[in-house]
């Protein structure tokens, strides 16, 4: 269970984050939209640890992370994954050291059963045989691929994408938002994912949040947020610019 | 005028705020190699990167500064026919200051650059955040092992940088400006104690942490893209050699108390 209560955040004193609150259930699939700049990403990072918020409390299954420094952190995050928007896969590692990469840092299996997690996990994202690539031979679909296989060897409770189809094309993003779907069927993780592509919203959101001026506007399932009467979601998902809408009165 | 105090006071913070990086990071890294597992793997790749791949360069820079320094002392010592104490101004000089400096300087712009560019690449392209989202401290990882090759490296770099300086002084004072060799040895052994040398290796090993903190403050505060890893590496670069320079006065300074010339 992670809950938000009055997250604020800003940066060179322009607020990004308002006061998010915001509570998701174990096993969720949580979706947060929201305009260019909204501060998705920030909030995601702030799950996963990776930012402090000015004020506001953060809790992971009861224990509020906000307070804890960066090495009392470390236990949480192995509980948690990320698939970053641009993979950030390490350039000096070939693919099985970068899929291997938590295992073998935190010595949490023996050489023989990380190479069987490996390529378990690289099956799953339909990379298998790719063990000996390095980043720079891979597309933009494939390092994402092998983002995701790193950040479920570890088996996380919890799986943060961020923006995890924004520069794909329309095939590559189904196969992506697919995958997201399976991993979350298959290993009941709650996962949260920061979009604000539409069509992956409606595929994988069991809830969709709507993140505006640093504020959750509205949270509801796809087909409530879709029939929803506020104007600023309607445009969202329409994909109305707010000139337009001026225009239209 | 009350500008010009805005400026200054500003100038002052950000240079405070600059400090106080560079000193936390050093605390949190001496912290985590005593309480980290050792990397191996990491720390031998990077005393090959560090200290084999800066071998050439060394050792074409002292070689060729032992060479001028011979031919420049030669020429003063000449005038009043004391030829032969151009072995131990060589070797004390080399020693004591040139080739700790210099090789300082030359590992400050060549590895010193690659930290800050490398670590700044990594942290403008999400690496240094997928780190610590697998519960891996940056310093642990990257700046560990590093400072450990470093501090490795420069002395042994520093050691290989005063032979070959006294040896190509050597050769361009006793075979091209005809020097008595012997005499030019004799000397050279007489005058110059053990102390010189390590006087040298002492400074170097102060050095190698300047290098390494600073390079690696300038990767892991990167930011904006290309231009920010850019700017990270040029930094680097210059705040590593100003900070060897000064520091170098100051060391100098301390080590005459505790061990007199």
Not at chain 1, 121 to 128: F, H, I, Q, R
Not at chain 1, 152 to 170: A, N, V
Not at chain 1, 208 to 229: D, N, Y
Not at chain 2, 104 to 118: H, Y
Request: aromatic letters at 6%.
């Amino acid at each position: 269970m992670i809950e938000i209560v009055g997250l604020k955040k800003s940066f060179a004193g322009i607020p990004v984050l308002r006061g998010v609150d915001l509570a998701v259930a174990d096993s969720e699939r949580l979706v947060i939209i929201g305009g260019s700049g909204c501060g998705k990403s920030v909030l995601l990072r702030h799950i996963a640890g990776l930012l402090k918020p000015d004020t506001g409390s953060l809790r992971i299954d009861g224990r509020d992370i906000v307070p804890l420094p960066e090495r009392d952190l470390n236990p949480i995050r192995q509980g948690i994954g990320v698939l970053f928007q641009g993979a950030a896969l390490f350039d000096s590692l070939d693919v099985f050291h970068n899929v291997a990469f938590s295992l073998i840092e935190h010595r949490a299996a023996a050489p023989k059963e990380i190479r069987e997690r490996v390529a378990e996990v690289l099956a799953v994202v339909g990379m298998s045989g790719q063990e000996n690539k390095k980043p720079a031979e891979l597309s933009g679909g494939m390092r994402k691929r092998i983002g995701l296989a790193r950040a479920i060897i570890s088996r996380p409770r919890i799986m943060l994408y961020d923006e995890p189809t924004t520069g794909l094309d329309p095939q590559m993003a189904d196969s992506i938002n697919r995958l997201i779907l399976k991993l979350s069927e298959n290993y009941r993780v709650t996962s949260i994912v920061v979009t604000h592509d539409m069509t992956s919203a409606q595929m994988v959101g069991e809830r969709i949040a709507m993140l505006h001026q640093g504020k959750i506007l509205v949270s509801g399932t796809p087909r409530e947020i879709q029939e929803s009467p506020q104007p600023i979601v309607q445009n969202f998902i329409r994909g109305i610019s707010e000139e337009r809408a001026a225009q239209r009165g | 005028m009350e500008r010009l105090f805005q400026r200054f006071g500003a100038g002052t913070l950000r240079f405070v705020d600059y400090l106080g990086s560079v000193a936390t990071l050093t605390s949190e890294a001496f912290r985590s190699l005593v309480t980290m597992r050792p990397r191996w793997r990491e720390t031998t790749l990077q005393v090959y990167s560090i200290g084999v791949r800066s071998l050439p360069v060394v050792l074409l820079t002292g070689a060729f500064i032992g060479m001028v320094f011979s031919a420049q002392s030669y020429f003063q010592f000449h005038k009043v026919r004391m030829d032969t104490s151009t072995g131990p101004a060589v070797s004390i000089a080399l020693s004591r200051e040139l080739a700790p400096i210099i090789t300082s300087l030359m590992i400050a712009g060549r590895v010193g650059a690659a930290m800050a560019a490398e670590i700044g690449t990594m942290r403008v392209t999400e690496q240094i955040d997928a780190l610590r989202s697998m519960a891996v401290l940056p310093v642990e990882y990257l700046v560990v092992p590093r400072m450990i090759a470093i501090a490795f490296s420069l002395p042994l770099l520093t050691a290989m940088s005063i032979a070959i300086g006294i040896f190509s002084g050597y050769l361009v004072g006793v075979e091209v400006l005809n020097i008595d060799g012997a005499y030019y040895l004799h000397n050279m052994y007489i005058y110059t104690e053990d102390k010189d040398i390590y006087t040298g290796l002492i400074k170097v090993f102060i050095f190698a942490f300047l290098v390494v903190f600073i390079s690696c403050r300038e990767g892991l505060h990167c930011e904006g893209g290309a231009e920010g890893v850019g700017r990270a590496t040029t930094e680097a670069v210059v705040n590593s050699s100003i900070a060897i320079l000064i520091t170098n006065f100051f060391v100098t300074m301390l080590l005459s108390k505790i061990i007199p010339p």
